[in-house]
């Protein structure tokens, strides 16, 4: 078995054989042409066969991966209409007394270089389209055809590369996976593999296709973008396994999308979802989220090489709100120490770091830090329904000096006329067992609490999560566990105040009742969890004791 890895741009598993693509890249030999005129009117039809040609691919689109992604199709026809486009060609015919093949293929490396320079992804990724449309005109110019392939069976499609035109002119009834040796995520090809739901990996390097020929068995895993040659046979098992699992996931995600988090007898719950990357809102969306229910805000931090700055704090959170359109976003402020360190932190190291100077410990000694996340946060809170959350509380006097400092930088933005949200909540987790015991205090002090089951679970326990050594010993339905979240959830409501849970064991559906008796108000789990729980929410019938 030999593995490759590349970027899984469409999350699904295939098992089958692999069908090697072959591009017919038109070799164009530049020629000197004596009638300008004539060589100007082929080019004219081949134009002209080509726009033929981009319009019933897009009608194909348009019935197999919808409107918005067809739309690429519409843009292609516009770019052979570019003015400049085409002025470059003309031109070279004209003044080089060069064949359209070879104007086209240089006005096309001329382009697609340019457009490869570019700082912006998305503008980087329109060079496959330059090529992509050039290639059609080439080949109308000689009259082929690039994107026939002689595909039978449903295979797995691998290719150096695809163009958007090649990738939809597959016969997608035939195509069980696609693989590319090269590619961006952006490219339109990927988001035509999203749309079109075939699990698709890119990126997989040269020596990937140097590996392979055309009916090697292959499993791609579009998931992990892992693709495995000739598997041996735990792997197969391990993916079938997986296969299984995710188009469980995806039927249930058909019939529970869309449907209400209410129990038998109408008990109404949210279930939102946790994400740690601004890339993730996809999937919060995708499985029906109604909310994020925490957003862990140091992956900022952790994927940067010095201290983010409140412009780029701002952005992000800005992103997550408005693509999430007035649904409910509880953002996390930074929670850095212990596992996750960062160099240009300076931490010492720790003997305990669990127990030692980590999230809201930082934040409070180096109030710098935590002003520039507040103030990126609350100016982000115009754009949308926020939610700000402190990690690891354990007195009421900690919390009292996050809630003046929360004061002083709305003072600020105030006086700066800088606008942002006067609804914004303020929330804490409950993490610490001390959290819990004082609940009726730090109640009366917020809008909501969220308990952190992970961190609650190993202070309670005293167990620590990164020791796989512990783990027979950790008892996640602990009766001490279960008391710290009733206690919370009483409290929080005495003081008007709501209540969710946002550790991973909100997603354990053996729980999800005892939950609901508690009166948990929202659930937020990893976003694939979400329709799982939706389901234990609606077999759930609490008029029954
Ligand atoms: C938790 O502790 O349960 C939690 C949600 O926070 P994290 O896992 O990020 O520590
Ligand atoms: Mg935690």
Redesign the pocket.
């Given at each position: 078995m030999t593995t490759f890895t590349g970027k899984g741009v469409y999350g699904a598993v295939a098992i089958g054989k692999i069908s090697v693509f072959k591009k017919r890249d038109a070799e164009v030999k530049r020629v000197r042409i004596d009638d300008i005129e004539r060589e100007k009117q082929r080019l004219e039809h081949a134009k002209a066969a080509s726009m033929e040609q981009l319009s019933e691919i897009y009608e194909k689109a348009l019935k197999e991966v919808g409107e918005t992604n067809a739309a690429i199709f519409e843009i292609h026809q516009m770019m052979l209409d570019d003015d400049d486009y085409n002025e470059s060609i003309i031109t070279m015919i004209e003044s080089q007394k060069v064949n359209a093949e070879y104007a086209v293929a240089k006005t096309a490396d001329n382009f697609a270089e340019m457009f490869s320079s570019m700082d912006d992804a998305y503008m980087k990724a329109r060079a496959a389209d330059i090529r992509d449309i050039s290639n059609r005109i080439i080949s109308n110019l000689s009259g082929e055809r690039s994107e026939e392939t002689a595909v039978n069976e449903k295979v797995i499609i691998c290719a150096s590369d695809l163009a958007p035109s090649e990738t939809v002119s597959l016969d997608k009834e035939k195509v069980l996976a696609f693989v590319t040796a090269h590619g961006s995520s952006n490219s339109h090809t990927a988001i035509l593999a999203r749309n079109m739901n075939i699990p698709a990996v890119i990126g997989t390097g040269d020596d990937f296709l140097a590996a392979i020929k055309d009916g090697d068995a292959a499993i791609v895993d579009g998931f992990t973008g892992e693709v495995f040659i000739d598997p041996d046979e735990e792997t197969r098992a391990r993916l079938l396994k997986k296969q299984a699992d995710d188009e469980k996931q995806k039927r249930l995600l058909q019939e529970l999308k869309g449907k209400e988090n209410i129990t038998l007898d109408g008990t109404k719950v949210h279930i939102f979802a946790?994400i740690g990357s601004v890339d993730h809102i996809g999937e919060v969306l995708l499985n029906d989220a109604g909310g994020i229910g925490?957003f862990?805000s140091e992956f900022l931090y952790l994927e940067s090489s010095d201290y983010p700055t409140e412009e780029q704090q701002f952005e992000a959170y800005k992103k997550v709100l408005e693509t999430m359109a007035g649904k409910k976003v509880i953002i996390?402020t930074l929670?850095i120490g212990a596992d996750k360190k960062v160099d240009y932190f300076n931490l010492k190291r720790e003997e305990n770091p669990a127990l030692g100077y980590r999230a809201i410990r930082i934040c409070l000694t180096r109030p710098e830090i935590f002003k520039t996340q507040l103030r990126a946060l609350y100016r982000a809170s115009f754009y949308g329904n926020l939610g700000i959350m402190f990690?690891m509380i354990t007195s009421v006097s900690e919390l009292e000096k996050i809630l003046a400092i929360c004061a002083e930088v709305r003072a600020e933005l105030k006086a700066e006329s800088v606008e942002y949200s006067e609804d914004t909540e303020l929330g804490i987790?409950i993490?610490t067992p001390a959290a819990a015991l004082i609940s009726d205090q730090l109640a009366q002090m917020v809008d909501f609490f969220s308990?952190?089951?992970?961190?609650?679970t190993q202070y309670t326990l005293a167990c620590d999560r990164q020791n796989p050594d512990i783990e027979p010993f950790i008892d996640t339905h602990h009766e001490a566990i279960l008391t710290l979240i009733r206690m919370s959830a009483e409290n929080a409501h005495k003081h008007g105040a709501w209540i969710g849970i946002?550790?991973?064991l909100a997603a354990d559906t053996s729980l999800t009742e005892t939950f609901l008796r508690m009166g948990i108000d929202e659930l937020s789990v990893a976003p694939t969890f979400v329709l799982k729980v939706r389901e234990a929410v609606r077999n759930t019938d609490l008029s029954k004791s």
């Open positions: 946790n925490l862990r996390r929670d990690p987790m993490e308990v952190g089951t992970n961190d609650l946002c550790g991973e």
